[in-house]
């Protein structure tokens, strides 16, 4: 092995990202390797379409701003967001509400829309700003979730009990509401798009991810595209270096240790101490088909699958055929029998006059999609009726289907080749999974360990703590993280040194 990293990250969702920032800044040896992760914007034309939905949803969770400080980015990263008013819109068969972050114009709101409620909603708000409040303490800890070792499992501890609602296992976040009420959905879709699982919620996570959607709603002017980039900025300005195009062929290991990873197109491993990795368990041991677990070791691994995924649309349309007062994020609820529930992204179009509308969908992963791109279509007009009139392209990444083009006012088939070259696949592409562990841990919020059964190797994606999304992933970066740092002594003591009084205040 000719040439040697102290870590290499695998991915680039939130979570692998944060934990090669947080390393890099610790003087750790970083590599970032893309592995097959695609970027989140593909073009026809001029007009600029999505891969993926993004809603940043980590700004108001302690875990980010616990890695905005220690990268020394806390200012930096504020002058980049801007806080969106309203923070989202729920559309029913019945109703349209608007949550603004102005509170005397959020209980305007519901007096307007739901005047029958409104005591029953100021005791759920009033309750959810206390269990929050706990829960920003509890996260704030630097602790590991989901803990591990002896001692991580005693300080981790401490943490949960500082959230006696963690422990809820009865759904009494709704109770006080009738059963069919639909402000019900109000709490239900934004969470249910936001989290990771695909089971039930357990109580705090749907508390704490309509926390999340309520609390202050922000976004970046570029993107998930700006968020990625953000963190790379911070894995190359601390020396780190970055491969996003490259893939990770296999794990070589010895002794059920990691020893160093496999590089497509390299002839020679790359050797490393650490291994960081975005996916599941056994995604990563399937690059070290020669590993020999144990028989306890293969039993105490959670069962993982996936239990649906996000079927993503882009449809971009001239301005006049979306309503100027409509958000960025809106929830659809369904206005007919058979159609899907709808998360739409109001985005700028890359085109003078247009608007890119990202819509997201959940559907089971043996569902037949080959009609999926129409529902979603009929849902999002039944709630924008004159956007027929508008359309100038739609298309969907997952469906392997020819994108649509309606510029001359009728509809043209565009055959996937011709958008190969614009960063579109020939095929269809797999959808982004929502997942289903089994046994789960901390009282249904987490899935997987953050070590994996490598020696090693770690994971910090979406199935560790899968139940909280976002914020979920930035937890499992920074116990990936400690772990890691822990190893060398010298380091671990320069990170306690960086956290001065003056960053933290």
């Known amino acids: 092995m000719s040439k040697h990293y102290d870590v290499v990250v695998l991915g680039t969702s939130v979570g692998a990202l944060a934990s090669a920032a947080l390393l890099a800044r610790r003087s750790w040896r970083v590599l970032v390797v893309g592995h097959g992760a695609r970027p989140a914007r593909y073009r026809f034309g001029e007009h600029a379409l999505a891969r993926r939905t993004f809603s940043f949803l980590g700004m108001s969770s302690p875990a980010f701003g616990r890695v905005l400080v220690e990268l020394a980015q806390s ?7 801007r806080a ?54 509890a996260f704030e ?4 979730w989901p803990p591990g070792s002896f001692w991580e499992r005693r300080e981790t501890k401490k943490a949960r009990e500082l959230v006696p609602a963690m422990a809820d296992e009865e759904p009494t976040l709704l109770a006080e509401f009738p ?27 749907l508390a704490r991810l309509h926390g999340a959607w309520t609390r202050g709603v922000f976004s970046l002017q570029g993107g998930e595209d700006e968020l990625v980039e953000f963190f790379l900025e911070r894995v190359r300005a601390h020396g780190g270096d ?98 899907p529930e709808v998360y739409l992204e109001r985005l700028p179009g890359a085109a003078p006059g247009t608007t890119l509308l990202v819509t997201e969908t959940l559907v089971a992963p043996t569902a037949d999609v080959t009609r999926m791109r129409e529902d979603v279509l009929t849902s999002v007009e039944a709630h924008l009726p004159f956007l027929d009139r508008c359309v100038i392209c739609v298309d969907s990444p997952h469906d392997g ?41 901390c009282h249904g919020l987490a899935g997987e360990p953050v070590r994996a059964p490598l020696d090693g190797a ?27 740092t822990r190893t060398d002594s010298a380091k671990e003591k320069m990170r306690r040194d960086m956290w001065s009084k003056v960053e933290l205040a």
């Open 242 to 339: 970055v491969r996003l195009s490259d893939r990770v062929l296999s794990l070589v290991h010895r002794s059920g240790r990691v020893r160093g990873v496999e590089i497509d197109g390299e002839t020679e491993p790359l050797g490393v101490g650490f291994v960081v990795a975005d996916g599941p368990a056994q995604a990563l041991l399937e690059l070290a088909p020669n590993l020999q677990l144990s028989r306890r070791v293969v039993e105490r691994m959670p069962e993982v699958s996936v239990g649906d995924g996000r079927f993503v649309t882009s449809i971009v349309v001239r301005e006049g055929g979306v309503p100027a007062p409509l958000p960025v994020h809106a929830f659809l609820l369904p206005r007919a029998p058979g159609l």
């Open 75 to 81: 200012q930096t990263f504020r002058r980049r967001v």
């Open 179 to 205: 059963r069919e009420h639909p402000y019900r959905d109000v709490i239900r879709a934004p969470a249910a798009f936001a989290t990771d699982l695909a089971g039930p919620l357990p109580p705090f996570a």
């Open 458 to 484: 770690f994971l910090a994606g979406p199935t560790v703590m899968p139940a909280l999304g976002q914020e979920g992933q930035l937890l499992a970066a920074w116990g990936a993280a400690r772990i890691i």
């Open 84 to 137: 969106l008013d309203p923070m989202l819109a729920v559309l029913g068969p019945t109703f349209r509400l608007e949550l603004p972050p102005d509170q005397a114009l959020f209980f305007r709101e519901i007096d307007r829309e739901f005047p029958e409620v409104r005591r029953v909603v100021d005791t759920l708000y009033n309750e959810l700003s206390r269990t929050n409040g706990a829960a920003d303490a």
């Open 401 to 441: 289907r020819p994108l649509w083009s309606f510029e001359g006012g009728r509809r043209r088939d565009v055959d996937r080749a011709t958008l190969r070259s614009q960063g579109a696949s020939l095929d269809a592409e797999p959808m982004v999974p929502r997942w289903l562990v089994t046994p789960s841990d």
């Open 141 to 144: 800890r630097d602790v590991v």
